[in-house]
């Protein structure tokens, strides 16, 4: 038996995050680059597919040299991307149909643009010098490991202005905040203040573990870290109700088990690991890999949950796995090396499947039957294309494909910020919105179906889950439950037509419909028998 957690009201706890790249998203005033009044416009269509709650990308004023992870204003919005009226417009039209809006919160570092890296740099007595972290060598710190490989060779950069060097874990145009300075911790609770003032739900956090830094240590998920995002989560507490807190660490699961704390720090986590057995388990047709990582899931306190994910606005990460699964992961899912970038693949869903259809609805289809809270990345739904000619994670960060026409409805103006995906079969007169809305059996409709499915079950509303051990490596098999709802989840992970049989004590001469076909299945005593197509998933309601 596997146990999260049992019953849960909080809101978080199930619903469907759909992550958006506001730049890239819908374009409502034709300079050719995504807007808040465009987003504003395409709520109906957020809400139609069913999702709970937006995650913006950071939408602060940026040189965009980590397209808006480097931060040169934490308490404005880049006019490019409209005003503070047509936030608040944004939160309230988001909540006028029932959703939520989170934004990132870049916690971690600044932009060397930032007017407070600017003051540091340029005078030893401004207050703002100890916002950020100096040294006279390259020496301190040597644990820590180098995260951009691609492009950094050092964590510290040598600044002439101030004659030092500064520390920095991403770009050497973000310099790390200094949280040793208790100024900067407060400085951070202001902008959560200030946000939060806004409406909105919550953050997603990102980078977290690398807050503090001390010799003789990886630097990573310190206890002064942990001890300084409890204190983040007591200052939501005390003055917010129903907000949610996600914790951004690519760390193995015993690690970043412990941002949950003991429900007091984060109330939840991606879960790093799951996401490239996922691609594992499809490749090789077997459903360990998948399995290996849920039950190596430890577990987690009351009222948290973790955030489950196929594909983000980063490269698909392979931290999280040994050095021969990422061989074998690259030589896989990415054979040129333009589709690598540092430890990950920066392609989209779709391609990784070869467009194929089954695969990429399979991978959603465990994504939403397994424990935790899934994340959607934009235009995913719609099976979108990537472009490995464009720099860094930029090629999958191509402008949404609304419609079929040239430039994909995103945009009047001809010149978009980055260019909309051109190539078959990712063009957008194959793959967009508006077709496939009025298509039945399109992805967007097949992911619509599931994401109501999962909103709709009584059994997501608990982590429970229960794995059928059985012989055939092919399929995977659990049971979830919410007391008295069953569900039985049958995957068929391989590129076989199976002639599947299972043995099921509990379910002794049961009825079930699958909520997909609407067929009716039975088991006969305690086993059940049925065909399952290639990449075919069944979500066996008991009944
Ligand atoms: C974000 C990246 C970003 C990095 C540095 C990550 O965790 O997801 O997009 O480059 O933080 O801010």
Redesign the pocket.
């Known amino acids: 038996m596997f146990k999260f957690f049992t019953d849960k009201p909080k809101w978080y706890l199930n619903a469907v995050f759909y992550e958006i790249f506001l730049r890239s998203f819908k374009d409502g005033n034709g300079d050719g680059i995504g807007d808040l009044t465009g987003l504003t416009e395409k709520l109906d269509y957020l809400k139609e597919l069913g999702v709970d709650c937006l995650w913006l990308c950071p939408i602060y004023p940026s040189p965009l040299k980590?397209?808006g992870?480097d931060i040169s204003d934490f308490y404005s919005i880049d006019p490019v991307y409209g005003t503070l009226q047509e936030f608040k417009d944004l939160v309230k039209e988001v909540q006028k149909r029932g959703m939520r809006l989170i934004m990132d919160l870049?916690v971690?570092?600044t932009s060397d643009e930032h007017p407070w890296f600017q003051e540091a740099r340029s005078n030893p007595d401004s207050p703002y010098r100890d916002y950020y972290v100096w040294s006279d060598t390259d020496e301190p710190y040597r644990d820590a490991r180098i995260i951009f490989l691609d492009t950094e060779s050092s964590n510290w950069a040598y600044d002439e202005e101030a004659g030092k060097y500064y520390w920095h874990r991403?770009y050497s145009s973000?310099p790390d905040l200094n949280y040793a300075n208790p100024a900067v911790r407060s400085e951070m609770l202001n902008i959560i203040r200030h946000w939060l003032d806004l409406g909105i739900d919550g953050f997603r956090v990102?980078?977290v573990p690398y807050l503090f830094e001390e010799d003789g240590t990886n630097c990573e998920n310190l206890p002064q870290t942990h001890e300084y995002l409890k204190q983040i989560r007591e200052f939501v507490d005390r003055n917010y109700n129903d907000k949610v807190l996600i914790c951004?660490a690519?760390q193995p699961p015993a690690d970043v088990v412990d941002y949950l704390g003991n429900g007091d720090e984060f109330h939840m986590a991606f879960h790093f690991p799951l996401m490239p057995k996922i691609f594992m388990g499809l490749r090789t047709g077997t459903r360990l890999p998948i399995e290996e990582a849920i039950k190596n899931t430890p577990a987690i306190p009351e009222e948290t949950q973790w955030g489950t994910f196929l594909r983000n606005?980063?490269e698909l990460t392979l931290e999280m796995v040994t050095p021969e699964e990422r061989e074998w992961m690259w030589q896989e899912y990415a054979p040129e090396p333009r589709m690598r970038l540092n430890l990950g693949i920066r392609r989209r869903l779709a391609p990784l499947f070869d467009n194929n259809r089954e695969m990429i609805m399979l991978a959603n289809r465990l994504l939403f039957s397994l424990p935790g809270t899934p994340f959607l990345y934009y235009g995913d739904e719609i099976g979108m294309g990537d472009d490995v000619d464009l720099p860094d994670?930029n090629g999958v960060r191509t402008p949404m494909q609304w419609e079929a026409a040239e430039g994909a409805g995103f945009s009047t103006d001809p010149q978009p910020h980055t260019p909309v995906i051109t190539r078959a079969p990712f063009s957008p007169e194959s793959v967009n919105v508006e077709q496939q809305m009025q298509q039945a059996g399109s992805l967007w409709k097949q992911m619509q179906e599931l994401i109501a499915i999962r909103k709709n079950e009584k059994v997501f509303q608990s982590n429970e889950t229960e794995f059928v051990e059985h012989a055939d490596e092919r399929v995977m098999v659990f049971r979830r439950s919410k007391d008295k709802d069953e569900m039985l989840f049958v995957h068929n992970l391989s590129s076989d037509s199976i002639q599947f049989q299972v043995e099921l004590p509990v379910f002794n001469d049961q009825k079930f419909v699958d909520l997909f076909s609407k067929d009716e299945l039975r088991t006969n005593g305690d086993t059940l028998e049925c065909t399952l197509s290639p990449f075919q998933s069944l979500y066996l309601k008991a009944g």
């Open positions: 980590d397209n992870y870049v971690n570092h991403f973000q990102d980078a951004e690519n606005h980063d994670r």
